[in-house]
């Protein structure tokens, strides 16, 4: 779980270039290369784009890491969901 969680935070330090926050390029890049054996559409630009403006909660243009989180927990539920067979929104 610790090297899980260090992961986490290295990606995004690294993608950001030690910045607080993934501008729209970094954003693409690190969706590209490291999530994209977990997302459709990881490879389509406007995608990637209309994901980033969904997580932009302050509009700024910028990912954040609190908005990063958001996808990181976005995509472990969905992980979850497959590996267990549940999806709590079907009931």
């Not at 969680?5 to 290295?10: E, G, M, R």
């Not at 559409?41 to 932009?56: F, H, I, P, R, T």
């Not at 990912?63 to 549940?86: D, M, N, W």
Request: cysteine-free.
């Amino acid at each position: 779980m610790e090297s899980a969680i260090k992961t986490v935070v290295t990606t995004f330090v690294g993608s950001a270039k030690g910045k607080e926050n993934l501008d729209g390029g970094a954003f693409q890049k690190l969706v590209k290369k490291q999530l994209g054996g977990m997302m459709e559409n990881a490879n389509v630009s406007s995608a990637v784009k209309e994901m980033q403006q969904g997580l932009d909660e302050n509009n700024d243009g910028k990912v954040s890491f609190q908005e990063y989180l958001t996808l990181i927990g976005y995509l472990a539920t969905s992980l979850s969901e497959r590996k267990t067979g549940s999806n709590p929104d079907a009931s």
